[in-house]
């Protein structure tokens, strides 16, 4: 790399006083490009002999505190230093002393937020350039320990990609970082110490679910095992008593419903309040409670108990996730009764409302039937939707295009594999007809795949199977996958943007229903087919 060319550059852009539309460097991101004084810091941009763009970080600082940054490569001018480093977490950690919005804030001050668990780690850059100017907050880094083992990567990495995508997208709104579905003590301070600045408590493994099948006469033979003082005070609270939550709206306790929440929840309401003390307050963190993970739907009871039971002791989350009416499966539409769903959103709003935290939506990928309702009904307060699987379909739609023979290959795999995941997931996908069978596919329609339900869930549910398959020591798709993927990083842009843009019209009633989505965010031309810098190009304006 020419350093002497790098500071023309440096030059060229302190005295364009802002304005980078028509620098001669065509390799410097100018989204990236930050000036502080007299000092410059941008990513540079350089297409290797493959076709697959690497990155770097320039620095023109004063040379006395130019040496926070791990240099690659450095020269020395007068008075300052221009250095190039690699986009690692030593520089990310200097940037950040310097421009405080790489790091991750609170979610309490926005009213809408939004996670993109970006498995693979590369969908952030697109994502930030759709979410400037829609007044949400992105929640970038959000993964499970489960989809951390199953990737092979650490809250660290998925930290650092989150944080470089926002220096180089320059996107100084406010994001977030989720310690997503923590169960244990260990994995909520793992996620604390690498920068997280809210957690998501799974307490699924404190729930008691065998209590929804027990019958009246069991349940109520379990509640009276309880110790007297115990009974005495859920009876006292919660039996034949109406919440009034305004706007006519209550919810009401029979027996069976305080027995039943009693029963299933208060070991892991006892076990959220142990973690807000130890882990929330100390360090400030923004607090959700799933509740979600469980085989059953929360009732609007179910709801309050746990909501009321917290506020008891002090807690508000800032966020809640029930498990709503119906089945929020992966990678496709919600499943239920659209109305039904509505009737119960609105108490379970209304609740959030009453105790001043908002409904948290997990699973939300592809949930475009309730979009409407969910921003509708949820307009005054706000709320919080978490996507993740979609950025891997997406990325699997390049792959599809690209290369379908390789498309056929990954899908024949994951249809004849589909047992190994059924533990992990709940979903409608099967292999006994219903998916397309893999002979069925060809090079023709293989891009119905990414159409079909039961295709998506299969594809969905695999993405560890496929990325870590090894025959005699090798990965068997994962290198060849990542090849076509970062040689085609602008396409897979455009396909996360279309989208994700999709979720948020919905919830932002910028269109009404599914199909408004769709066809607004249709691509009006065949975008497979546009070439890679009329992609780049497109995505930067």
């Known amino acids: 790399m020419d350093l002497n060319e790098l500071l023309v550059d440096v ?31 941008f990513i540079l941009h350089q297409t290797n002999s493959d076709g697959i763009i690497e990155k770097s970080l320039v620095v023109y600082e004063n040379r006395l505190t130019a040496g926070d940054f791990d240099a ?23 940037l950040a002393k310097r421009f405080q919005w790489m790091r991750p804030t609170s979610r309490r001050n926005y009213k809408y937020t939004f996670g993109l668990g970006d498995r693979l780690g590369n969908a952030s850059n697109a994502h930030l350039r759709l979410f400037k100017g829609r007044g949400i907050m992105p929640v970038l880094a959000q993964q499970s320990i489960r989809e951390l083992v199953l990737m092979h990567r650490t809250n660290t990495d998925v930290f650092q ?17 989720d310690g997503d579905h923590v169960k244990t003590p260990y994995e909520v301070d ?36 309880l110790d007297p003082d115990q009974i005495k005070y859920f009876n006292d609270t919660y039996l034949n008593k109406t919440f009034d939550l305004g706007n006519g709206r209550s919810v009401k306790f029979t027996k069976h419903d305080v027995e039943e929440s009693a029963l299933t929840f208060y070991g892991a309401i006892l076990f959220a309040a142990g973690i807000y003390k130890k882990f929330v307050v100390p360090y400030n963190l923004d607090f959700e409670i799933s509740m979600d ?25 800032v966020t809640m996730a029930p498990r709503f009416y119906g089945e929020f499966q992966k990678a496709i539409d919600y499943i239920g009764d659209t109305k ?17 935290y908002k409904l948290s939506i997990h699973s939300g990928s592809d949930k475009l039937s309730v979009y409407e309702i969910i921003g509708r009904v949820s307009k005054e307060h706000g709320w919080h939707v978490k ?31 589909l047992d190994d995941v059924k533990a992990f997931y709940v979903f409608n996908a099967q292999t006994d ?20 339900d039961d295709a998506r869930q299969v594809l969905h549910t695999m993405y560890g199977s496929i990325m870590n398959l090894k025959h005699n020591y090798h990965y068997v798709y994962r290198d060849k996958f990542w090849n076509i993927l970062l040689k085609n990083q602008a396409l897979y842009d455009r396909y996360l943007n279309i989208h994700i843009a999709e979720h948020l019209d919905l919830l932002q009633g910028v269109v009404k229903t599914k199909k408004e989505a769709q066809e607004k965010n249709e691509p009006k031309t065949d975008i497979s087919k546009e070439s890679n810098q009329e992609l780049e190009e497109a995505a930067i304006k």
């Not at 690659?72 to 200097?94: H, I, M």
């Not at 993970?293 to 989350?317: C, K, M, S, V």
């Not at 039904?340 to 709003?349: G, L, M, P, T």
């Not at 219903?434 to 079909?452: C, F």
Request: proline share 4%; aromatic share 12%.
């Open 11 to 41: 030059k060229e852009i302190l005295a364009a006083d802002g304005n980078y539309d028509n620098l001669s460097n065509k390799e410097i991101y100018t989204p990236s490009i930050q000036v502080d004084r007299r000092n410059v810091y």
């Open 72 to 94: 690659e490569e450095s020269l020395t001018d007068q008075d300052s230093t221009l250095l190039v480093g690699a986009l690692n977490e030593p520089n990310n950690v200097a």
């Open 161 to 177: 990609s989150a944080s470089w995508a926002v220096f180089e997208e320059g996107f100084t709104y406010g994001w977030g970082a």
């Open 190 to 225: 793992y996620a604390v110490k690498i920068g997280c600045s809210m957690i998501t408590l799974d307490c699924t493994e404190e729930i008691d679910n065998d209590i929804v099948t027990l019958n009246d006469d069991d349940l109520d033979k379990r509640f009276n095992q």
């Open 293 to 317: 993970e469980t085989p059953y739907q929360t009732t609007n009871p179910n709801h309050f108990f746990f909501a009321n039971e917290l506020h008891r002791r002090g807690i508000t989350p």
């Open 340 to 356: 039904r769903f509505e009737r119960e959103y609105v108490i379970h709003e209304a609740i959030a409302e009453h105790f001043g």
């Open 387 to 417: 996507t993740a699987g979609t950025n891997w379909l997406e990325a699997l739609r390049v792959i599809a295009h690209k290369d379908p023979d390789f498309m056929l290959e990954l899908y024949k795999f994951a249809y004849e594999n």
């Open 433 to 452: 007809g219903t998916a397309p069978k893999p002979e069925d596919m060809n090079k023709e329609n293989v891009m119905d795949l990414l159409d079909n």
